[in-house]
């Protein structure tokens, strides 16, 4: 199988963390977010456990209640970090563009909630790593097929400082884990850009700490 590749590294450099550019008004429909899905669960799991599960929420109540919960246990952070935030740099557009989801969340079209079989045991890194990295590349998957066909989200976690809460209100049972919150919605345009980084040269080591890749 031969790959395009200037095809795959545009959609692997372009898909954006979306707010702003979110549509509020277009709906969604419910193949094009299985097809996706279908697509998520391609992902590797610990174990090849296949523990990945998904919440789809249209409900209007409980959305607007996900986000009462978000910007309770979220706003003081937000707005913390915004004024904080150099005025015109990158940080402080995205905090912008944060604060902007926070207060229009409860009208996004669909929110995908992704969830893991079990619970963490301990606080171990390693436990952490095991459970999370058998959820989070398949949301990573799933933000990748929504791209591809003119669909955006955003991974946050800010309603996790309140999972139980948000777990009653959804009927999540206690042995799942949710891992974020992915509000979903077509996106107002499609011309969305590489992001500006670092070097990878600059951050990244060979053999040890100490010995930059490149010298």
């Not at 004024?83 to 996004?108: C, I, P, Y």
């Amino acid at each position: 199988m031969e790959f395009d590749l200037a095809q795959t590294d545009a959609l692997l450099s372009t898909t954006r963390a979306v707010r702003k550019r979110l549509d509020f008004d277009r709906e969604v429909p419910d193949e094009v977010l299985l097809e996706c899905l279908q697509l998520a669960v391609q992902a590797p799991t610990g174990s090849n456990r296949q523990g990945w599960r998904w919440l789809v929420i249209r409900d209007a109540e409980k959305k607007e209640a996900l986000a009462d919960i978000y910007r309770r246990v979220g706003g003081d952070y937000l707005a913390a970090a915004a004024r904080d935030a150099e005025s015109g740099s990158q940080t402080g557009r995205v905090l912008d563009s944060a604060n902007f989801l926070a207060e229009k969340l409860g009208q996004v079209p669909v929110m995908v909630i992704p969830m893991i079989v079990g619970r963490l045991e301990d606080g171990t890194t390693n436990s952490a790593a095991g459970l999370f990295g058998s959820i989070i590349p398949a949301m990573w998957s799933f933000q990748l097929a929504l791209r591809s066909r003119g669909l955006g989200s955003c991974y946050t976690t800010l309603h996790l400082a309140a999972e139980a809460e948000a777990a009653e209100l959804l009927g999540i049972p206690d042995h799942m884990s949710q891992a974020g919150l992915l509000p979903v919605a077509y996106t107002m345009g499609t011309d969305f850009k590489a992001a500006k980084r670092p070097p990878v040269s600059e951050i990244t080591y060979l053999d040890t700490f100490k010995n930059p890749i490149v010298s």
